[in-house]
Each structure stands twice: as structure tokens, then as C-alpha cells.
């Protein structure tokens, strides 16, 4: 019934611009114009849902434990050939990039920034989050990882890598302050670490902006709020006010290919006198 329905809704709009335009003749070119702009919308669109299809048909017809399996004869095939590389990585590592990702399957860091093995010190969860230093909080994960990053390690950069559609960010954005909408046991939880990005998001985000621009916006955010977080750690923001790390915030656009990176600015100054 429902396209029965879109059918008679899609001819009778069809009808009323057809109408519109024997009266209206001057609107001709608006609205060729128009119709022009909704035709290349909705070939991207059919474009993209084609893509999406063709991507589930072929993973429906791979055997996810097959895949694995060749994935790493030609892992192993590479390791015989680097040989000095591997021996190496056997007794160390000296990555000079810590990088803290989203868990998202589809934004591996390794394969968007195309690092090889002992390049960079990756830890990954749900919306890049970094919690800020507490012995308290329970999210001793991320700080363990970060210590060991910076203390051990050695590590030159931290980058927090936020993305599009990020499905973390966009719960943060649903979120009510009150509570009244809880919907999981541990998530909302861990996303409250950037409740500020979703109030500065929606300062600076107006009402009619598209909730796309608002999501990405949020991402950014949130990836800004991390990277204060990690400030609060003892270790990193020595390391800053040294000059032996630096702090960067990135944000991958899967949809559009493309990738934006961005430095914290941390500067002490000099303490003034009243």
C-alpha cells in the first residue's frame, strides 16, 4: 500500500509544479534549475545505495573465518620477505606516534594513514575518547595505554582521531541531561566523558543547521575535549611544556575521502602580579 501511496504523492507533486508552471511561465528556469540540482542529489544517492549493496552482496558470499585465514598466509608470506623488519620489531619498538582511534570498523588508523607495524602505539574505543587523569574514574584502560605511550615508549605525538558518522557521537547527541532516555549499561557512561562537546556543539551550531554538519561538528568536539583530557595528565603535559610531545586532533571523512589534522595550542605563561 505504502508505494501505491509514494506512487500518487510523486504524481500529484509532478502534477502541481506542471500547473504551477503554466502559470507561473517566468519560473521555468528556477525551476529547471531546481529539478536539475534534485536529479544529481538523487543519482548520488542511488549511486551510493548500489555501492552499499554491491559491498553486502560480496561479504555475504565470503566465509568470515576463510577470509582471516588468507588474510594471514599473506601476512606470513610478507613476514618471510621481511625478514630484518621483523627481527627488529622482535626485540623493541619505537613508535613515534601514539594514536587513540574510534573502535568503528570502518576507520582502522593503520590502513586510512597507511602505518606498517611498530609505527604507532594505537589504542581504539567507542568515539576516540580520552578520559581526564583520575584514579577514581574506572577508565584506568585509556590512562594505562597513555602512560605507557609516553613513559615507556617515548612517544613523540599523540594524535585523537575523531570521524563522520561517528555512532558514538551521534548517541552523545541524543542524550538527555536528566537521564530519562537511558538506553545501554555501559555506553552512556563512557560517552558522557564529552557531554561539553555536545553543549558547545549545540552553541555554536545554529537551529536550521543540517543535523550532519552538526554531527560532524560534535565529532571535532568531542576529539577537542580528549585532547584537554589528556592535558590533565601529569606525564603528557610535561612532556608539552617541554617540547618532547606534541598533541594533535584529526578528523577522517569517510565520506567524502577526506582528512583534516589540527594542533593544540598549550602555551604557560608567565605568571602576572596584581
Not at 5 to 19: H, I, M, P, R, T
Not at 146 to 168: F, Q
Not at 181 to 209: L, P, R, V
Request: charged share 25%; proline share 3%; glycine share 6%.
Amino acid at each position: 500500500m505504502g508505494r501505491y501511496q509514494n506512487e500518487g504523492a510523486f504524481e500529484a507533486a509532478v502534477d502541481a509544479l506542471d500547473n504551477l508552471l503554466t502559470k507561473c511561465p517566468e519560473l521555468k528556469a528556477t525551476a529547471g534549475k531546481k529539478v536539475e540540482e534534485l536529479v544529481k542529489e538523487l543519482s548520488l544517492e542511488a549511486k551510493a545505495d548500489h555501492a552499499k549493496q554491491a559491498v553486502v552482496s560480496h561479504a555475504d558470499t565470503v566465509d568470515p573465518i576463510q577470509k582471516i585465514k588468507k588474510g594471514f598466509q599473506e601476512f606470513k608470506a610478507h613476514f618471510k620477505k621481511e625478514q630484518t623488519l621483523f627481527k627488529a620489531l622482535a626485540e623493541s619498538q619505537h613508535p613515534k606516534w601514539m594514536i587513540i582511534a574510534c573502535a568503528d570498523s570502518r576507520v582502522d588508523p593503520a590502513v586510512v594513514l597507511g602505518l606498517e607495524l611498530g609505527e604507532a602505539f594505537i589504542i581504539r574505543n567507542i568515539a576516540s575518547l580520552v578520559p581526564p587523569h583520575s584514579k577514581e574514574s574506572g577508565h584506568s584502560s585509556a590512562g594505562s595505554a597513555i602512560e605507557y605511550a609516553v613513559l615507556h615508549l617515548k612517544v613523540e605525538h599523540i594524535m585523537i582521531i575523531g570521524h563522520s558518522r561517528c555512532g558514538g557521537i551521534k548517541a552523545l547527541l541524543g542524550m538527555k541531561e536528566d537521564g530519562s532516555n537511558k538506553f545501554s549499561e555501559y555506553i552512556e557512561d563512557w560517552i558522557g566523558i564529552a557531554k561539553h562537546a555536545s553543549k558547545s556543539t549545540m552553541a555554536k551550531c545554529a537551529q536550521d543547521c543540517a543535523f550532519e554538519d552538526q554531527w560532524a561538528c560534535c565529532v571535532k568536539e568531542a576529539v577537542n575535549v580528549s585532547l584537554w583530557n589528556c592535558m590533565s595528565y601529569p606525564f603528557v603535559k610535561e612532556g608539552v611544556q617541554q617540547g618532547t610531545l606534541a598533541l594533535h586532533g584529526a578528523f577522517f571523512d569517510f565520506v567524502n575521502g577526506a582528512f583534516e589534522r589540527w594542533a593544540i595550542n598549550y602555551k604557560l605563561e608567565e605568571a602576572e602580579k596584581f
